[in-house]
């Protein structure tokens, strides 16, 4: 199975926004990692692409 970025944003978009109404203290953990990983994807796209 092949996952791609623009796939997993709406998935992490849904699980931030529901761990944010569970524990709302979690928000600015929550927002760093995800532009964290983000940021990493946009810089070294070869890192999470696979050649066969």
């Known amino acids: ?6 796939t997993i944003q709406p998935l ?12 709302p203290r979690l928000l600015n953990y929550l927002i760093a ?3 964290i990983f983000i940021g990493l994807v946009g810089i ?3 890192i999470f692409t696979t050649t066969t």
């Open 1 to 6: 199975m092949h996952f791609d970025v623009i």
């Open 12 to 23: 992490v978009a849904l699980l931030f926004g529901i761990l944010i109404l569970i524990l």
């Open 44 to 46: 070294f796209p070869h």
């Open 33 to 35: 990692i995800y532009l």
